[in-house]
T-cell receptor
Framework: KQEVTQIPAALSVPEGENLVLNCSFT??????LQWFRQDPGKGLTSLLL?????REQTSGRLNASLDKSSGRSTLYIAASQPGDSATYLC???????????FGAGTILRVKS | EPEVTQTPSHQVTQMGQEVILRCVPI?????FYWYRQILGQKVEFLVS????????KSEIFDDQFSVERPDGSNFTLKIRSTKLEDSAMYFC?????????????FGDGTRLSIL
């Protein structure tokens, strides 16, 4: 059974800092991995999707990497801003079916 | 940008009552999903739906739950006899084509409170 873990559970950084959020998964047989942002009381906003054959994806200040064989992904946020404060969720689509399996998230606070 | 819309945003229901949560997926999407998030816990998969039938469901999705696409635009989740433990945020999602590795897009959710 696929399990997804995110470290750290919470992170507080000063504005302008570069930061890395970590995601690990137990079964390397995945179709893709998706990073989401969740604001309090809101839905999930898709940030990046990395296919199993890809190593990384970039969107603006965000860069996500995938090392499928070791079961790891990282989300790198450059030059963080207070508006980046949110919960960041990692989810994998296992190699069977089309559901997503989520991690518990990293709560990010960027202080101005 | 097209988005998934869910109604109502908050539903309060007495235990034992039936509740229907509604979703309008993105118009050209073919796969539809329901997830839930109990307060303080992970987002959990409930069910996926394609071509007017359930394609996958989790152990949570028991006989109390059902899904339907009553017309060309709506996708609903019905809980027949609600329990206190059904209190959660319920998210609807849709994706274009699974075999093209398309992302799932989520709505803002319906907060269901069972009294």
């Amino acid at each position: 059974k696929q399990e997804v873990t995110q470290i750290p559970a919470a992170l507080s950084v000063p504005e302008g800092e570069n930061l890395v959020l970590n995601c690990s998964f137990t079964d390397s047989a995945i179709y893709n991995l998706q990073w989401f942002r969740q604001d309090p009381g809101k839905g999930l906003t898709s940030l990046l999707l990395i296919q199993s054959s890809q190593r990384e994806q970039t969107s603006g200040r965000l860069n996500a990497s995938l090392d499928k064989s070791s079961g790891r992904s990282t989300l790198y946020i450059a030059a963080s801003q207070p508006g980046d404060s949110a919960t960041y969720l990692c989810a994998v689509r296992p190699g069977y079916g089309n559901k997503l399996v989520f991690g518990a998230g990293t709560i990010l606070r960027v202080k101005s | 940008e097209p988005e998934v819309t869910q109604t109502p945003s908050h539903q309060v229901t007495q235990m034992g009552q039936e509740v229907i949560l509604r979703c309008v997926p993105i118009s050209n999407h073919l796969y539809f999903y329901w997830y839930r998030q109990i307060l303080g816990q992970k987002v959990e998969f409930l069910v996926s739906f394609y071509n007017n039938e359930i394609s996958e469901k989790s152990e949570i999705f028991d006989d109390q739950f059902s899904v339907e696409r009553p017309d060309g635009s709506n996708f609903t989740l019905k809980i027949r006899s609600t329990k206190l433990e059904d209190s959660a945020m319920y998210f609807c999602a849709s994706s274009a084509r699974v075999w093209m590795n398309q992302p799932q897009h989520f709505g803002d959710g319906t907060r269901l409170s069972i009294l």
